[in-house]
């Protein structure tokens, strides 16, 4: 049914839990899981004009590779993970990878780095679900359950 779970990370803790779910489906579908960071170029467009913009995100892509990095060290031994690192709005760019002839699923965390101030999904998951052309599975983050949590839980397939 899958072949293909695009994962978007933010390299958060909570993408974790997330992650649980994606490496399950992954395993039940022998499926490949595709990490995806997006370096939010827009994030640091308002920076001042001395502000050395290639310092900028070259710092940000080393955080993304951290990020994906972290994705293939949690993923079981028989699960194949690819990594991605993109520019540009972090929504559009989730819904162009996922397009019809990439993935077949989004897994994706209600919140990311700025959940806790967000209500109901959070914005970018929020304009991934109302546009994207694939299924995206969206999985309830509580900081408070991070909390209780052992360093590296893992869902159990039956």
């Not at 899981?33 to 001395?50: Q, S, T, W």
């Not at 397009?99 to 780095?113: F, K, N, Q, Y």
């Amino acid at each position: 049914m899958y072949d293909c779970i695009l994962v978007p990370t933010d390299g958060s803790r909570e993408v974790e839990r997330a992650l649980e779910y994606a490496f399950d489906l992954a395993q039940l579908h022998n499926a490949t899981i595709r990490a995806l960071y997006v370096v939010n170029a827009a994030g640091y467009g308002g920076l001042p004009m001395e502000t050395a913009l290639e310092g900028v995100s070259d710092a940000l892509r080393g955080e993304g590779q951290m990020a994906v990095d972290r994705v293939a060290e949690l993923a079981p031994d028989d699960v194949t993970v690819e990594t991605a690192i993109r520019e540009g709005s972090p929504s559009q760019v989730i819904v162009d990878e996922a397009g019809p002839e990439a993935c077949d699923l989004i897994v994706m965390g209600t919140h990311g780095r700025g959940g806790i101030d967000r209500l109901l999904l959070g914005s970018v998951t929020e304009r991934v679900v109302r546009r994207a052309s694939v299924p995206v599975l969206t999985v309830q983050v509580d900081p408070v359950d991070l909390e209780d949590r052992p360093e590296e839980p893992r869902l159990t397939a039956e």
